[in-house]
């Protein structure tokens, strides 16, 4: 069966620290993948995609993701967090002809 | 460009009342999912309409339906609303649909309490 796993729930960080937001997938086919980043009580927001090519993509507000096939791992990174990041991030996974699988979410909390 | 502008925002029903909710995607996007977001399941996709045609279904009972109409804003609505219905309820907008390889963008969402 296809899923999405974000394996933390919580991630705890201090400002101007590095971010690495886990996602991995178990699809059978090659998936197109996103990160999405919600406020509380907000819709998600768009951070970044892959659908080809370049395996680093840049999105923004200065995160980036990398995708690794042979992990099947889509982990988004941030060199130095800012107290405003502090939302929930969601890996979501698609294929052709299926919509979206959206992870569980990882709740980041920024320390001043 | 407007982007995905779903109303009301903020809704209070009581048990066994029927709410709709409404959706306008994006300029030009033909295709709307809405999905149920709730503190335990996360966001789950309740249907997708393309140029007016359901074309894909979640695992929720037949209590929720929706609509698309020519002009592709979409109406989701839920009958006989239980108290499991609160939640917020997420209208996302894309070009070709989710499964045609094309990113979603959301709107804010309608926070639905069922009392």
Redesign the interface.
């Known amino acids: 069966a296809q899923s999405v796993t974000q394996p933390d729930i919580h991630i705890t960080v201090s400002e101007g620290a590095s971010l690495e937001l886990r996602c991995n997938y178990s699809y059978g086919a090659t998936p ?1 993948l ?1 990160w ?1 980043v919600q406020s509380p ?6 951070l970044l ?1 892959y ?1 080809s090519g370049d395996t680093l993509v840049q999105g923004i507000k200065g995160f980036e993701a990398e995708f690794k096939r042979s992990q099947s791992s889509f982990n988004l990174r941030k060199p130095s967090v800012h107290w405003s990041d502090a939302a929930e991030y ?1 890996c979501a996974v ?12 990882t709740r980041l909390s920024v320390l001043p | 460009k407007a982007g ?1 502008t ?1 109303t009301p925002r903020y809704l209070i029903k009581t048990r066994g009342q029927q709410v709709t909710l409404s959706c306008s995607p994006i300029s030009g996007h033909r295709s709307v ?1 809405w ?1 149920q977001q709730t503190p335990g399941q ?2 789950q ?1 309740l249907f ?1 309409y393309f140029s007016e045609t359901q074309r ?1 279904k ?1 695992n929720f009972p037949g209590r929720f339906s929706g609509r698309q109409f020519s002009n592709s804003r979409s109406e989701m609505n839920v009958s006989t609303l239980e108290l499991g219905d609160s939640a ?1 309820y ?1 209208c ?1 907008s894309s070009l070709v649909g ?4 094309t ?7 309608t ?1 639905l309490t069922v009392v």
Do not use: D
């Open positions: 197109y996103f999405y009580g907000q819709g998600l927001q768009l995609k659908f969601f698609g294929v052709y002809g299926q919509n979206f699988v959206f992870g569980p979410g | 995905v779903q999912s999905y996360g966001l996709f997708e894909n979640g917020l997420l996302a989710q499964g045609g390889g990113e979603a963008f959301f709107g804010q969402g926070r």
